[in-house]
């Protein structure tokens, strides 16, 4: 008997259709369409992570725009940067210990060092702001050598070691000066009265200006901008980026994973040296208690940069979105006579979105888990 199926049309077997199972071919129209839905669904997602920061931090600047007139001011966009440029900057020597797979907890105390150093250096000694500069800047680079020789030649873990610097430093800092904060006029345990002052030079870090933009602006601009072009341009940043996605590989290769891994901690005391000198320009003084609260604000931005453009990695330039978002959310919560305390939860919600971001929807592997 001729067959009742027309020609060029498949025939579902029998078992098939006794069965309830589907055809070949509606399995595998199935199949595309899943297929297509899946496509769809990671192409969002991809979007989502390279793009989403970005737009999240756009989107705040036009609500706080729009609902607060203050905030549409260029004086308060400028102020606000300048108040972030000190986090941003001690943030940008975190990321760089984060590229080579570690993390430096002592840059807060560092800063706080370098307020009681330039003070001391300027009110106690009576020496020139040019030689406090270049006093902290070389104090901030023998913190840095010293946790790199706690990490590379005595093998501690880089959290450990930097948790153990930041105390001592924190301790050091206070010995010289009885734990008093160090102003002009203040009685030294001698009985003497220190007469020296911070110098107008000094003084100029923080107020001075090119045009409308404040020197720390500008300071975080180019630090990020060198940051980035040693990172991505050089071969020294690629051999860093190797050595914190696997250090073995690196080392086998004939790499030098001890000497770059150093490098990175001496870089990190400098930038977190020259935050100390920004602060100690402001507030004029040598607050014993300054630079306490910088760490986690500096290493809540290197992590919130990981996040930006979905690179899942740590980079100047997201850190210093970062430190720009954080520094958005804050103005327009004080703009808007939120209180304080909402600050650190605000902080800690843009740190969970980051995370989200970089682990939740990357299909990238997050790399900026220290070693320990």
Do not use: H
């Not at 150093?117 to 500069?133: D, E, H, K, P, R």
């Not at 093998?155 to 001592?168: E, G, N, S, V």
């Not at 800690?348 to 970089?358: C, H, K, T």
């Amino acid at each position: 008997m001729a067959s009742a199926t027309p020609p060029g049309v498949d025939s579902a077997p029998a078992s098939a259709v006794g069965t309830g199972q589907a055809s070949p071919a509606r399995r595998l129209g199935r199949s595309a369409m899943s297929t297509s839905r899946t496509s769809t669904s990671d192409t969002i997602r991809d979007l989502m992570v390279k793009y989403g920061f970005i737009v999240v931090t756009v989107a705040l600047i036009a609500w706080f725009a729009l609902s607060e007139e203050r905030f549409r001011q260029s004086s308060t966009m400028f102020s606000m940067l300048k108040f972030t440029s000190t986090v941003a900057i001690a943030g940008l020597g975190v990321t760089v210990t984060m590229v080579v797979g570690g993390l430096d907890l002592s840059v807060g105390a560092v800063a706080g060092m370098s307020v009681t150093l330039s003070a001391m250096t300027m009110v106690i000694w009576a020496q020139q702001g040019s030689v406090a500069i270049a006093v902290v800047l070389v104090a901030g680079a023998a913190v840095g050598a010293a946790n790199a020789v706690l990490i590379v030649a005595f093998k501690i873990p880089d959290l450990l070691a930097t948790l153990a610097m930041m105390f001592i430093i924190q301790g050091l800092k206070l010995v010289p000066v009885d734990g008093q904060s160090v102003s002009s006029g203040m009685r030294m345990r001698d009985g003497t009265v220190a007469e020296g002052s911070f110098t107008e030079g000094f003084l100029d870090i923080d107020r001075g200006k090119i045009g409308p933009v404040p020197y720390p602006v500008v300071m975080f601009v180019v630090l990020t901008a060198a940051v980035w072009f040693f990172l991505t341009r050089t071969k020294w940043g690629r051999i860093m980026y190797a050595i914190g996605a696997n250090p073995e590989a690196a080392r086998l290769t004939g790499v030098r994973v001890s000497l770059y891994k150093g490098a990175a901690y001496v870089i990190s005391g400098v930038f977190a040296s020259v935050a100390g000198l920004i602060l100690a320009s402001r507030i004029r003084q040598g607050d014993i208690s300054a630079g306490n609260s910088l760490l986690l604000d500096a290493v809540a931005v290197s992590l919130v940069g990981t996040s930006v453009l979905g690179l899942a990695k740590p980079n100047a330039w997201g850190t210093a979105l970062g430190a720009v978002l954080v520094g958005i959310v804050i103005t327009g919560l004080t703009i808007k006579n939120f209180s304080y305390y909402w600050q650190d939860v605000a902080k800690g919600v843009v740190v969970m979105v980051a995370l989200v971001f970089s682990f939740t929807l990357s299909r990238r592997k997050a790399r900026f888990v220290p070693a320990v």
